[in-house]
């Protein structure tokens, strides 16, 4: 058991290919910066499935089969935190995860596993580890019981009904999920209420049950992880601003005036996510910056909406509009039927979209004005 992955492949060697990374601190998505080197990355990804994977440079060469389990135990606060995402999303990280979601709960000093069942758990953990490791004769094949593969084969495809209408990183998790995790709990369900794990090797319809059972539970739980990791991508950003400065009426505005009314949306927990969506906004012509006398006579930078933006809010009757103007003359806004930042509805006929581009041209001759 280790609590940071550095030299994780020289560590795992070691350990006769078998590694447990264990980590209750706040801070714990924090080790995975550890493995900065693309090939302790590419092990963590191979220790998923102890899939083959050989090592050679500096005269060290060896061929594994690693075996990695992670147990992490950040704060929720973590998730929400852009730069522990992104480690977490690093490879695909944040979808090979089982996510535990508790509520908040305070364990009384005198609580905890009776004697008993501890006991009973320990004895359960202890005749599932091999006499020895990697060798050939203690490899075991686990088969499904008809009815048990049936009954995978049906929750794969609620699976795939489940994955409409979330976002990519989720249906991804969810389709790993149901294609092999679940597979992994059942066998794990039969190999500690068996008589004799290393003889009986048919996993039964009821322990697939309470595999699948425990499936739709920790689907609601990873629900609410990636709830939290949810990231807008700088697009929709930008649109969320656009929105709000268009909802409140604003031709001039400040970062932190336009910061006050998103605040707590997304990901506009703190400035920086809403100064690159200001500057993607003045890119494409939608704002830019202007300076005005501040109360005690110096300039203060603020962000003045573009003119034809508002013209074609109200000629189309939405406070979306595609690529725009240049950033500092303003000089047109040509609006298109599908866009960078969001995309007008589309016309009803041909007609339409030369009135609506006419109407556009004419704004953006305004701004040109302007």
Known sequence: VTDTLARIEETVHQQNDSLSLASADDNCLDILSSASSRSSKELMLRAWDASPYTVDKKGKYYCMRPRLTMTLAPRTSALEDPKKVRLLQSRGLDTRFIYLMPGECTLAKESGMPKEVANVFFEKVLRLLPASWNEPDEARTLTLSEDAELMWLEYQDKAEKLCEGLDAPMQEWITAFANETVGR??????????????????????????????????????????????????????????????????????????????????????????????????????????????????????????????????????????????????????????????????????????????????????????
């Open 185 to 370: 709990i059942a066998a794990l369900f039969h190999l500690v209420s068996c008589d004799n794990p290393r003889t009986d090797l048919v996993v039964s319809s009821e322990e697939m049950e309470q595999a699948l059972a425990l499936g739709d539970l920790l689907f609601e739980h990873a629900k609410a992880a990636f709830a939290l990791m949810l990231q807008d991508n700088p697009e929709d950003s930008a649109r969320k601003v656009l929105d709000a400065v268009s909802s409140s009426g604003w031709s001039v505005f400040s970062a932190r005036e336009c910061f006050l009314s998103l605040k707590g949306q997304g990901c506009f927990r703190t400035m920086k996510p809403l100064n690159t969506a200001l500057e993607a906004l003045i890119e494409h012509g939608y704002i830019r910056t202007i300076s005005v006398p501040g109360k005690s006579g110096r300039p203060m930078v603020r962000y003045e909406l573009n003119p034809a933006v508002v013209q074609t809010q109200s000629n189309s009757g939405t406070a979306a509009v595609d690529a725009g103007a240049t950033a500092q003359g303003c000089e047109s806004v040509p609006v298109e039927t599908a866009g960078t930042v969001s995309g007008l509805p589309a016309s009803d006929s041909r007609k339409g979209e030369e009135t609506e581009r006419e109407e556009a041209n004419a704004s953006a001759q305004d701004a040109r004005d302007v």
